[in-house]
Nanobody, 116 residues
């Protein structure tokens, strides 16, 4: 079993920056892909924002390319999302996601609100 705990959300003005962190604990030795998803409105499906493999390969949704950067520290079992040039449409609950090749795990979510 894996537990994921996010931190770093909050309220920021448009154009500002935030850094999200997600610390994994438990059976972390088997984790491979980690990433971030977001839900922009209640009832709306979660959207993939960015993912990163154990080796550092990354992928981003087009709307955040050039503004967001995902990284991970394998020694600390932590994945980060640096968000720059934030826009009102980035407002969402951001969820950490990790997968061990068999099971997927979710964090509890952290709210990011961007005021215009």
């Amino acid at each position: 079993q894996v537990q994921l705990v996010e931190s770093g959300g909050g309220l920021v003005q448009a154009g500002g920056s935030l850094r999200l962190s997600c610390a994994a604990s438990g059976s972390v030795f088997s984790l491979n892909v980690m990433g971030w998803y977001r839900r922009q409105a209640p009832g709306k499906q979660r959207e993939l924002v960015a993912i990163i493999s154990t080796g550092g390969g990354t992928n981003y949704v087009d709307s955040v390319k050039g503004r967001f950067t995902i990284s991970r520290d394998n020694a600390k079992n932590t994945v980060y999302l640096q968000m720059n040039s934030l826009k009102a449409e980035d407002t969402a609950v951001y969820y950490c996601r990790a997968h061990d090749g068999v099971n997927g795990y979710w964090g509890q979510g952290t709210q990011v609100t961007v005021s215009s």
